[in-house]
């Protein structure tokens, strides 16, 4: 239950909001300790430029559903506000439009990701997950030989991308994936830019292709129901772009849920034992420690939110990763337990944004977390994981494991 406001909650207090701009300036292994020290110094933090920042669970979960707070695109709500000069375009990105855009851009696509329609991934998703799972003996990274290669196999099978242009794409999609961060330097705005124009003119190509030669992908039907779903050429492209970045990035739940398993081996232990337990396995690395931290809203109208009277065209910035730490809501919220049965976390947002391919990276880390330890009998760490240095996305870089056959 939200406690009421208090007056300091509502103020700019310059030691939370120095506190915040640390968060964001660099992604530390000790985020979540700050996370708890932001919540219990100003749980409803006003900064001096009037966006609000949110960190228990019952003000986030507010916020992302609803209905007068819209989108936000990155460039607006980023500091720097220079990433939208250089790209090409905002426009048909699904989390940054609104309706009645959003509809028909999210209607155009969700059929492909219905729990029907991930089941019947669930063969092909089996065996590419087996072969990558074998193949972790030679590689020693759990990031490159599993985590990359599984999600960008699923998501370009899924989208109808070629085989030969994967590799390219995957580099591509993870230096444009940066778009999200609020706080860039010169050189990696730069390359985030490039990466983003990069991806529209690969999927220009890709979608006249698939006009001229329809297969069964998920890019052929888009480009060939256009006219029904009242897409243009942009918007298309867009889509694509937007869903091959977002597909891969469940690479990163699967990377942070082999280190929360790895840095508690009695879970790892119980899981070993417990096949039965993977789903809520899974659930708990996405509370524990969820790719994506946090999201941000835009007002479209004035509104009241955990008692504050928010502006027209503010910003509001859910921390969902602290919301899952919020003890008012999980019980000893720092502790990885995958038998917690305390309701659900906030990882993949809420409202009409509800992440598209929330099955779809469920299906994947299911397989994967129960193919690993039937395959391997002994799995530890073989030196220290890499953070990219985000505050937005949590992303591991390289996760070096060492396997020892069941
Ligand atoms: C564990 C992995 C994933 C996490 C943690 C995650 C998280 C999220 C979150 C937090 C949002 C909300 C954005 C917002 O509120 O504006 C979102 C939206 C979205 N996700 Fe995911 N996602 C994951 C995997 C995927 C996959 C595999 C796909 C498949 C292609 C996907 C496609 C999308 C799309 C298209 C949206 C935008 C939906 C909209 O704005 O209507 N995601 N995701």
Not at 212 to 236: I, K, M, N, W
Request: charged share 20%; net charge neutral; hydrophobic share 45%.
């Amino acid at each position: 239950m939200t406690s009421p406001v208090s007056p300091r909650e509502i103020g700019v207090d310059p030691a939370a909001e120095a506190l915040l701009a640390s968060v964001v300036a660099d992604a530390r292994e000790g985020q979540y300790a700050t996370y708890h020290r932001l919540r219990t110094m100003a749980p409803l933090l006003r900064t001096s430029n009037g966006t609000l920042v949110l960190t228990r669970y019952e003000d986030c979960a507010t916020a992302i559903r609803h209905r007068d707070l819209g989108a936000a695109r990155p460039t607006v709500w980023s500091t720097h506000g220079r990433a939208g000069a250089s790209l090409h375009s905002l426009v048909g990105i699904l989390p940054f439009s609104d309706p009645p855009d959003h509809t028909r851009l999210r209607r155009a696509v969700a059929s492909a990701f219905t729990a029907d329609a991930v089941e019947r991934l669930r063969a092909s998703v089996t065996r590419h997950a087996e072969t990558c799972v074998a193949g972790l003996a030679d590689h020693g990274d759990f990031m490159a030989a599993v985590a990359r290669p599984l999600t960008l196999h699923v998501t370009a099978e899924l989208l109808g991308v070629p085989a030969a242009d994967r590799p390219f794409l995957a580099t591509v999609a993870q230096a444009a994936a940066a778009l999200v961060e609020p706080f860039t330097d010169e050189p990696t705005l730069a390359r985030t830019a490039a990466a983003a124009r990069e991806l529209y003119a690969y999927f220009t190509d890709v979608l006249a292709e698939k006009r001229r030669h329809p297969a069964p992908d998920l890019l052929s039907r888009l480009e060939s129901s256009r006219d029904e779903s009242g897409l243009d050429t942009l918007e298309v492209v867009a889509l694509a772009a937007t869903l091959f970045v977002a597909g891969c990035n469940a690479a990163h739940m699967l990377g942070n849920g082999l280190r929360a398993l790895l840095d508690t081996p009695a879970q790892f232990a119980l899981l070993r034992r417990r096949p039965d337990l993977t789903a809520s396995a899974v659930e708990e690395m996405l509370r524990y420690d969820p790719p994506v931290q946090v999201m941000a809203r835009r007002a479209r109208t004035a509104l009241t939110l955990a008692g504050l009277e928010i502006e027209a065209g503010a910003l509001v910035v859910a921390v969902l990763a602290a919301a899952n730490r919020d003890p008012d809501r999980f019980t000893d919220p720092d502790r990885f337990d995958i038998i917690r049965d305390e309701g659900p976390h906030l990882s993949f947002a809420g409202g009409a944004h509800y992440c598209l391919g929330s099955q779809l990276a469920r299906l994947q880390a299911e397989i994967v977390f129960s193919r690993l330890p039937a395959v391997w009998g002994r799995i530890e760490p073989a030196g220290p994981a890499v953070l990219r240095p985000e505050s937005t996305m949590r992303r591991l870089q390289s996760l070096p494991v060492r396997v020892h056959a069941a």
